[in-house]
């Protein structure tokens, strides 16, 4: 299964259709509160990042996100940088995934590696996010540290949370998704 000599027609397809899940998961189920987002987006990245490693899961955050930048803000200088925060996410658990797999056992049935595998991938999306936004403030001149970094224990904290909420409702659709081979 995470064997990516080539992507398949199968593969390509089944990536479409995260990357398109992406976009109303991050947009509509979500909850804003002040300057932090907790929405569902990343559920089907590490959906990716489980069945087929961390190719597919980076490729399905960067182009939902792309759509999901568009939708919400537009194109601006910066739009590219934000597709890379939800990309580390899929490099992190993708990785992982396959490093599990080297060792004879999938990632989320190891559980407590799979949760700690998915906090740091949350830690990772989290520390990115806030680069990009210093840089994106920076480029177009609104920087206050306040407004960067004033909250940034909070958006970790929610993300963290955020991160074993998906972890958990991941895991049974990707072993339905097994079993019943669709992927």
């Known amino acids: 299964m995470y064997k990516n000599k080539r992507l398949g027609v199968r593969?390509?397809?089944?990536?479409?259709?995260?990357?398109?899940?992406?976009?109303?998961?991050?947009?509509?189920?979500?909850?804003?509160?002040?300057?932090?987002?907790?929405?569902?987006?990343?559920?089907?990245?590490?959906?990716?990042?489980?069945?087929?490693?961390?190719?597919?899961?980076?490729?399905?955050?960067?182009?939902?996100?792309?759509?999901?930048?568009?939708?919400?803000?537009?194109?601006?200088?910066?739009t590219f940088l934000y597709l890379i925060p939800p990309a580390l996410r899929g490099a992190v658990i993708g990785a992982a995934a396959i490093a599990s797999m080297r060792h004879g056992r999938r990632l989320e049935d190891r559980r407590g590696l799979y949760y700690a595998v998915c906090v740091l991938a949350a830690v990772a999306t989290t520390t990115g996010n806030t680069l990009v936004n210093w840089l994106d403030s920076v480029l177009l001149d609104y920087y206050t540290p306040a407004l960067i970094f004033g909250d940034a224990a909070y958006r970790f904290a929610v993300g963290m949370l955020n991160a074993v909420i998906i972890a958990s409702i991941a895991t049974p659709l990707v072993q339905q998704l097994r079993r019943r081979r669709v992927v």
């Open 11 to 78: 593969t390509i397809c089944t990536v479409g259709i995260l990357a398109a899940l992406y976009v109303p998961l991050a947009i509509y189920v979500a909850v804003q509160i002040g300057n932090v987002r907790i929405s569902f987006g990343s559920l089907p990245v590490v959906i990716a990042a489980l069945l087929f490693g961390p190719l597919e899961a980076i490729l399905t955050a960067m182009i939902g996100e792309f759509f999901k930048q568009i939708l919400t803000y537009g194109f601006a200088y910066t």
